[in-house]
């Protein structure tokens, strides 16, 4: 389409946090988040309370989304909303209230992947860092999913290599649950293993193939690793939780970078971006930064707020959809599992 002044609301409900955001030509104008703390009573989330917290604060976070923008709902281009993947549930009320906004202005409807959205967000207008240059390989990492995708344009993407059983964000947050860390756990283990020494405590790496992942025998490593320590000092724990978590913490950071290392050396691409929840952990931004100096590649990091769930990334798929008119159909379905 022709360049004008586009304005896109992106909506984002797929998990346990209400987002609403208004990006214009690529740059932020806005990016609420509604974070629900009702589920760290349960040490998960629970699908039937994320839902019924989405109904209650989509209203006032949209409302927001657009006071920030300083624009009225009438000057909205377009609504994108996370299609899925996600909980059913959730999704549907990020689903239903888009495509009624869209109904109501008359304006196109974008539905769009989320995990393609956490590789689309390095696309954001910053000053900080320019985009990757196509072709480059995206490792995703979050609570639900641990992918490794090679990128060739916008909407040109192929799974390379994924995990065959947890998402590397469960195995951070089930051994910060083992370890007694209240939920979510994964940003306290990051918190105290940089406190901690990462080699005081060898947990072993799953063998799988070149390009797969596995956390579950980790999960487990580690869970016969601490009844057994704490079997013979109950208080084993709390006189090493920084070295324990130090030492969970490189395990996966250099499992991660094992398989990236292994990619890079099939692709030939050296241009490496991270997305999801987990790219925000401090050791695995610290070892791409260094393998940059290492290996020579061109590593690229999203800002904090891009890392975990919001709707920046999900007004930006949209303004790259709007352009190439690639609008969905107001039958469009919500879908918890999707592929790209």
Aim: proline share 5%.
């Amino acid at each position: 389409m022709e360049d004008k002044n586009i304005y896109i609301l992106g909506i984002e409900s797929s998990c346990d946090d209400t987002a609403a955001a208004v990006i214009n030509n690529g740059v932020v104008l806005s990016n609420v988040v509604a974070t629900q703390k009702i589920h760290e009573a349960y040490g998960g989330v629970v699908p039937e309370l994320a839902s019924r917290a989405h109904q209650q604060n989509i209203v006032p976070v949209v409302h927001e989304a657009l006071r920030k923008a300083n624009i009225d709902k009438k000057d909205v281009s377009a609504i994108a909303f996370t299609q899925g993947p996600g909980l059913m549930g959730s999704l549907l009320v990020g689903a239903s209230f888009s495509k009624s906004f869209a109904l109501g202005l008359n304006i196109p409807l974008i539905g769009v992947n989320h995990m393609q959205a956490h590789i689309l967000a390095h696309f954001i207008k910053t000053e900080e860092q320019a985009a990757p240059n196509f072709p480059f390989l995206a490792l995703t990492i979050s609570g639900g999913h641990t992918q490794l995708v090679k990128v060739t344009d916008y909407f040109e993407m192929e799974i390379i290599g994924e995990t065959l059983d947890d998402a590397v964000g469960e195995a951070f947050d089930k051994s910060a649950k083992i370890l007694g860390l209240p939920y979510p756990g994964g940003p306290l283990i990051d918190k105290y293993a940089q406190l901690g020494d990462p080699d005081r405590f060898p947990f072993p790496k799953p063998k799988v193939g070149p390009l797969e992942f596995s956390f579950s025998g980790l999960k487990t490593s580690v869970l016969y690793f601490i009844e057994r320590e704490t079997g013979a000092d109950p208080e084993f724990i709390e006189k090493n939780r920084n070295d324990i978590c130090a030492s969970i913490q490189a395990t996966i950071v250099d499992y991660l970078m094992d398989k990236l290392k292994n990619a890079v050396k099939k692709t030939g691409i050296k241009e490496i971006a991270i997305g999801g929840g987990v790219s925000a952990n401090s050791g695995i931004r610290k070892a791409l930064n260094d393998a940059e100096k290492s290996y020579g590649w061109k590593t690229y990091i999203p800002k904090f707020e891009y890392c975990t769930d919001n709707a920046a990334m999900i007004a930006m798929v949209g303004e790259l959809k709007y352009k190439q008119q690639m609008f969905s159909s107001p039958d469009i379905v919500s879908q918890a599992r999707m592929k790209f």
